[in-house]
């Protein structure tokens, strides 16, 4: 599993991931309006990461690096549980220069799962457009 930097060649696949994902991850969240160009919304300004295999890539992740802040981290359903996911939360959490932070939506139990169990800690809980969510934090102890 290799982490690069995104380069534009990326975005079709990184489009098509990023709605795919979501459909799976947020089966409850009506996507009949989520389109192919929600993806370039959701990363504008921000530092994307790509998981490759195999010379294709398979995930990603994005982050407000101002804020120590991971936005976005989804893995393609046909290649969950290979890494990928981890392999991105570690090259993210290498970017921070003080605790992290993440939302993680509340009925999104196998990312927040994989996210505690990686040792990121629920701080708070809010509600957002998409639903109630927790705030995570990731102690960066450098």
């Given amino acids: 599993m290799i982490?690069?930097?995104?380069?534009?060649?990326?975005?079709?696949?990184?489009?098509?991931?990023?709605?795919?994902?979501?459909?799976?991850a947020w089966p409850w969240l009506e996507s009949h309006d989520w389109r192919l160009e929600?993806?370039?919304r959701a990363v504008l300004g921000e530092t994307v990461l790509v998981a490759e295999h195999e010379g294709r890539p398979v995930?990603?992740?994005?982050?407000?690096?101002?804020?120590n802040f991971l936005h976005n981290l989804f893995v393609a359903p046909e290649a969950q549980g290979q890494g990928?996911?981890?392999?991105?939360?570690?090259?993210?959490?290498?970017?921070?220069?003080?605790?992290g932070a993440l939302k993680c939506l509340v009925r999104n139990t196998d990312a927040?799962?994989?996210?505690?169990?990686?040792?990121?800690?629920k701080v708070s809980r809010g509600t957002a457009p998409n639903g109630e969510y927790f705030l995570l934090h990731y102690p960066v102890t450098r």
């Fill in 112 to 121: 927040l799962a994989f996210y505690c169990r990686h040792g990121w800690h």
């Fill in 3 to 24: 982490i690069r930097p995104y380069q534009e060649a990326d975005r079709p696949f990184l489009r098509t991931l990023y709605l795919a994902a979501r459909k799976q």
């Fill in 59 to 67: 995930g990603f992740a994005s982050l407000f690096e101002a804020e």
């Fill in 38 to 40: 929600d993806f370039d």
């Fill in 84 to 99: 990928a996911g981890l392999a991105l939360l570690q090259a993210a959490q290498e970017t921070f220069t003080s605790t």
